[in-house]
């Protein structure tokens, strides 16, 4: 009830009061004199008492209304208060010093203070010295702003222990406008800052092996091509001295000589496979399209390595050809990949034989089949052999030279020509790869 209507009900219950006193003080000679004034004073009497009655029934109401707001807001207020205490997060009130007025559960831990004694700390006790500065300027321009968002901050413990914090402040207004009290919630982001952390130094480290991976390429290709130079002078000498000894007939000599000529010759490829890998790596080998046999392009390339063979007395097969089988590729990287297979196949075959395979697939497709009888790989070697450097014997007397990059400049291509290239083995009965390309490259 507010107080026009108290004034009310004490006003009509003041004119009754009234009214009944005169009715006393007059009734002797009203009863006598005049019955009728008498009976006109009892019914105001008996309206004003019903008017009483009316009054009192409105306060009872009203009185019932304003327990149950009560109520209603003692429990809203016990809500409020359990949802500012359990809340996950700091919250607390300040006013516009940041004197700290109130304060949860939550941010007592985080500042590792009980809640009694954290009433009346200043909330720039728990920023670092070297923040200080920055914190009261900030602290000084919210009546302005009114709000700050997610403010990130490195704050302090009461054992000096730093965390990060997040702070979102709102300030609070009265009906006049004026800044009364500050309004914090504070939330620990220490975890996500580490990770943060984290992820910059990962990038980081990422960037350092890019920029290292591009160093090296450049130095692969820089060292690759500074070395074919003297080994080409190399190559051409000793093959000069070889034709010039021809008619001599010492036999020392030219074996030495032939020596020269046939070690340099394998320096030079193993040159080649690490300048063309680091191409490949690089990605900066353009394949260079054109139409071909691909059938007479095998036959070719087994002409070409018998002498290898034969040097084991091993037999080179080509398997019957649908000829021609034409496509769109590089031809030059085309028939590197068969050497790389065939000669693959020859170096780790003691006897036996290797075959080659070409044929048609359905969809404009054509496949390449490479099979040897050699000493096989073992399944749990299979899944790296087209990596790069890699040797299922990596020792440094094993018996098969080479820089294990065949392989992988073959995986590389076959990838580049968007083909697949997959490989069956068993350990002492032989190796076949089985390559897959469109006919026509994109």
Request: glycine share 4%; hydrophobic share 40%; with cysteine.
């Amino acid at each position: 009830m507010n107080i026009d209507q108290e004034n009310i009900l004490l006003h009509k219950i003041e004119i009754a009061a009234n009214r009944i006193n005169v009715l006393y003080e007059n009734a002797a000679e009203i009863t006598s004199t005049q019955p009728q004034f008498l009976q006109q004073c009892l019914e105001e009497l008996s309206l004003a008492l019903e008017e009483l009655h009316i009054a009192e029934e409105e306060l009872h109401l009203k009185n019932n209304e304003l327990a149950e707001a009560w109520q209603i807001a003692e429990r809203e207020r016990q809500r409020y208060q359990e949802l500012f205490e359990f809340a996950p997060d700091g919250y607390f009130v300040t006013d516009t010093y940041g004197r700290i007025q109130e304060a949860n559960h939550a941010a007592a831990e985080l500042f590792n203070i009980s809640s009694k004694y954290l009433i009346n700390k200043l909330v720039i006790n728990f920023v670092p010295e070297e923040s200080r500065r920055n914190f009261r300027l900030m602290l000084n321009q919210l009546p302005k702003i009114n709000r700050i968002q997610e403010w990130e901050i490195c704050l302090c413990k009461r054992d000096k222990q730093s965390f990060y914090g997040s702070l979102t402040v709102e300030t609070v207004r009265n009906q006049s406008d004026t800044v009364i009290s500050l309004r914090w919630l504070l939330r620990d982001i220490t975890t996500r800052k580490q990770a943060e952390e984290e992820l910059h130094q990962t990038q980081l480290q990422n960037l350092q092996l890019i920029e290292a991976d591009r160093l090296k390429t450049q130095f692969i290709s820089t060292i690759s091509h500074e070395l074919r130079t003297p080994l080409n002078a190399i190559l051409g000498f000793s093959n000069l001295l070889l034709r010039r000894m021809q008619n001599q007939h010492d036999e020392c000599l030219v074996g030495m000589v032939e020596r020269i000529f046939n070690n340099g010759k394998n320096l030079l490829k193993l040159i080649e496979a690490i300048l063309d890998f680091s191409k490949l790596e690089a990605r900066r080998i353009n394949l260079q399209q054109d139409t071909f046999d691909l059938a007479d392009l095998g036959i070719i390339t087994c002409d070409e390595l018998r002498v290898l063979a034969q040097q084991k007395a091993l037999e080179l097969e080509v398997q019957d050809l649908q000829r021609p089988i034409t496509i769109v590729n590089d031809r030059v990287r085309l028939r590197q990949i068969l050497v790389n297979l065939l000669s693959n196949g020859i170096k780790f075959t003691e006897k036996g034989c290797v075959s080659l395979e070409i044929g048609e697939l359905p969809n404009d497709r054509v496949v390449i089949i490479v099979q040897d009888t050699g000493i096989g790989i073992n399944l749990t070697d299979q899944p790296h052999i087209f990596k790069e450097f890699w040797q299922a014997n990596q020792t440094i007397n094993r018996p098969h030279n080479g820089a294990g990059l065949g392989l992988a400049i073959t995986g590389s291509l076959v990838e580049l020509m968007q083909g697949s290239i997959t490989v069956e083995s068993q350990p002492g009965k032989g190796t076949t790869f089985r390559v897959e390309l469109p006919r026509c490259i994109g």
